[in-house]
């Protein structure tokens, strides 16, 4: 993952040495190449998911997994058969739909589908992390070794599979209603695995994710990247870059240092004015009960085509520029000093659980949705999806707030 996000760097430092700041540039650097990575850079976790799966595949071991699961994934709506697409969803949702393939029975492989984005992927964890070692203290349970920490991310990353399971019984006995499909498997002798079966499987799949997620989310970013550009005057931030480019700016000088600064309250003035800016002060009434203001409004808004570029619109929106990751203790520090206009905290415990529960339920992937499209050939199902999710993020994200500055308040 470092190796690409280098290869990110690399491909965008080549582009400035070639053009001038403006919007074209704008468009490659942050729209394209930064888009795009931001799929692309889960690839190894994902193929390193893959190679386990295809491991368990060829010796013989996964099918009677699914013959094991059967029994208690029956019992919510489901076939056994998607214990594998929902476990793949842990890592990424678009290689767990496009699982589901192996499902013969169409009811089982919708409801499957539509609830597989519950599983807690990769990109969640950046938006975990941040708020967990922001807000949550790490303290010792009960006196025991167990942190504090560890517990609320645990319970994070299981709740997306708690909440699926009420979600697939009343989507089977509603819009998917019948007789569950006979479970019928061949259960392979075990054997060794081929090395080459593996790693084709490896390849295949890892081939589809980066070619599906890849061009998928690349039209969704421009649309982000041009509602967050536009239609602000960018001619200082351009004249900034130009001078932090020149030549006569020495490394590590404090002239540096000083325009760095001018261009990361530029950026943030830039965003606040832009039209993803103005839609974030316009929907900030819908997400006051939610313990929202503007600015994780418009980082809400901007993470809908992938999760994890939230942080660095928070990063933009504090001054601190877009390229802040989770880990980064200015963000962390400008996140806790933030303040209201009546001094009263943006963020506290119930804030950051609030943020949590709605990044857990709500389905703020655009490739996701893209695949989900292709995978059933309809625009009704992703939109369906869509919609379920973000209304159960909502209330979900409401009642923590809420019930959490309840014992504030006590």
């Not at 990063?315 to 802040?324: P, R």
């Amino acid at each position: 993952m470092e190796a690409i996000e280098s290869l990110q760097e690399l491909s965008a430092d080549f582009v400035m040495g070639l053009m001038a700041p403006g919007a074209l540039r704008s468009l490659i650097i942050d729209g394209l190449i930064g888009g795009v990575g931001s799929v692309v850079v889960f690839l190894p976790q994902i193929a390193i998911l893959f190679l386990f799966i295809a491991i368990l595949e060829d010796c013989g071991y996964m099918s009677r997994a699914a013959y094991i699961m059967d029994r208690l994934m029956t019992r919510v709506g489901l076939s056994g058969k998607s214990f594998v697409p929902l476990m793949s969803s842990y890592a990424c949702a678009i290689p767990g739909i496009m699982a589901t393939r192996t499902i013969e029975d169409r009811k089982d492989r919708f409801v499957t589908i539509l609830v597989a984005p519950l599983m807690s992927c990769s990109a969640r964890l950046p938006v975990y992390l941040l708020m967990i070692n922001a807000f949550i203290p790490n303290d010792s349970l009960f006196g025991t070794w167990i942190k504090t920490q560890a517990i609320v991310l645990f319970i994070f990353y299981i709740l997306g599979a708690v909440v699926a399971v009420p979600i697939a019984w009343l989507l089977k006995k509603t819009w998917f209603k019948g007789e569950p499909a006979p479970f019928v498997m061949e259960l392979p002798s075990f054997k060794l695995p081929s090395i080459r079966v593996v790693f084709d499987r490896v390849y295949d799949r890892s081939k589809a994710f980066v070619m599906r997620a890849g061009t998928l989310i690349f039209l969704t970013t421009v649309v982000v990247w041009a509602a967050g550009y536009f239609p602000g005057d960018h001619q200082k931030l351009d004249q900034v870059d130009a001078q932090l480019e020149s030549e006569t700016i020495e490394e590590g000088s404090p002239e540096e240092d000083q325009l760095q600064e001018q261009r990361r309250v530029l950026a943030a003035s830039l965003l606040n004015e832009s039209f993803l800016g103005r839609a974030g002060h316009a929907i900030e009434p819908v997400v006051r009960p939610l313990g929202w203001d503007w600015r994780i409004g418009v980082g809400v808004l901007a993470s809908f085509p992938a999760r994890e570029v939230i942080v660095g619109t928070l990063g933009t929106i504090y001054s601190l520029g877009g390229d802040v990751d989770e880990e980064d203790p200015q963000l962390r520090d400008r996140l806790k000093s933030a303040r209201h206009s009546n001094g009263e905290p943006v963020f506290n415990i119930p804030v950051a659980l609030s943020v949590m529960v709605f990044f857990a339920l709500c389905a703020q992937c655009g490739a996701t949705l893209m695949v989900m499209r292709r995978e059933t050939n309809s625009w009704k199902w992703p939109i369906f999806s869509f919609s379920y999710m973000t209304t159960l993020a909502y209330v979900g994200a409401m009642l923590t707030y809420q019930i959490g500055m309840l014992f504030i308040k006590g």
